[in-house]
């Protein structure tokens, strides 16, 4: 078992969006990796596709990966990131400091096309996308 990869919502919506299979870019990036999921991105990720077939392939692949369970001290950690960046004039949502804090309390590498994500402090972030 490698360093733990949580791919962001941001993620999958994209590369589908590209029309890119988001599970065949990931099996080629793997030999280091063990792929995580937490419920927030399933929910985000899978709230957006309308046919049953293809939400039913993110659910099985999600299925596979390890689970980063929100515990009561991931989101303890969620609100002390939002207040410590709230002081600080950085606002963030709600969703991505929740999935950053779960990233950091099993850490966790996020996988993001999103540059919110760099914001936070502590969190190591991959953000390109392979050609």
Not at 10 to 38: H, K, N, Q
């Amino acid at each position: 078992m490698g360093r733990l990869l949580l791919p962001d919502s941001s993620f999958y919506i994209r590369l589908t969006r590209m029309r890119r299979d988001p599970f065949a870019v990931l099996s080629g990036r793997l030999d280091d990796w063990e792929l995580a999921i937490c419920g927030i991105v399933r929910a985000e990720v899978l709230r957006g596709h309308i046919q049953t077939s293809v939400r039913d392939r993110f659910n099985d692949a999600f299925s596979l990966m390890a689970p980063l369970e929100m515990t009561v001290r991931v989101w303890r950690r969620t609100a002390n990131l939002a207040w410590g960046l709230d002081q600080g004039g950085c606002v963030l949502g709600l969703p991505d400091l929740a999935i950053a804090a779960c990233a950091l309390e099993y850490g966790a590498v996020v996988w993001t096309f999103d540059q919110h994500f760099d914001l936070i402090p502590g969190l190591t972030v991959l953000n390109e996308l392979p050609v």
